[in-house]
């Protein structure tokens, strides 16, 4: 009997707080200060309105209000001499000239007095067996390294072509 009544017991807090959860996931709609009908109304007419609809809207309201569009920058869309490209050819020029990140190291050739060199880094590079290494090295030109962040690239580039490996960043 004890036990039963001690079942009820748990069974009655946990529906309690359930009730207290499910009034407190409600309550910051009440806590909520009072919306105008007409912001309201407004706001139900937006949150109805399609893609374009909306796009038009904003549109509206920017000739509407004076607002002007604010542009973001773009890097390397602005010479530095600050004058607009004269034509798309020179755009194209530009974003063509725009400064690289990512890089693919390629060995292209070695000297052959330094090749068992260019196989050990080759090796501690790549983390391959030294046959593996002298096998990747005997069949450059190949690509050591795909998607290497620019300054990595440079230090690798610097270390193997001191060794006289001659190296290639794409």
Do not use: C, H, W
């Amino acid at each position: 009997m004890l036990v039963r009544q001690a079942r009820r017991s748990v069974v009655g807090l946990s529906r309690l707080s359930v009730t207290r959860a499910a009034i407190r996931l409600n309550s910051t709609q009440a806590a909520a200060s009072p919306v105008d009908p007409k912001i309201a109304k407004i706001v139900q007419d937006i949150s109805q309105l399609t893609l374009l609809e909306t796009s038009s809207l904003i549109s509206e309201l920017k000739s509407q209000l004076n607002i002007p569009d604010i542009a973001l920058p773009v890097a390397g869309a602005v010479p530095a001499g600050g004058a607009a490209p004269a034509s798309a050819e020179e755009t194209n020029q530009e974003e063509a000239k725009e400064e690289k990140t990512i890089f693919a190291i390629k060995l292209e050739s070695f000297d052959t007095k330094s090749k068992p060199k260019v196989i050990k880094e080759v090796k501690n590079l790549l983390g391959l067996s030294l046959v593996e290494a002298k096998k990747f090295v005997e069949a450059a030109p190949k690509i050591l390294k795909d998607n290497v962040a620019k300054e990595d690239a440079e230090k690798i580039k610097t270390a193997l072509e001191g060794l006289g490996a001659k190296i290639s960043l794409e």
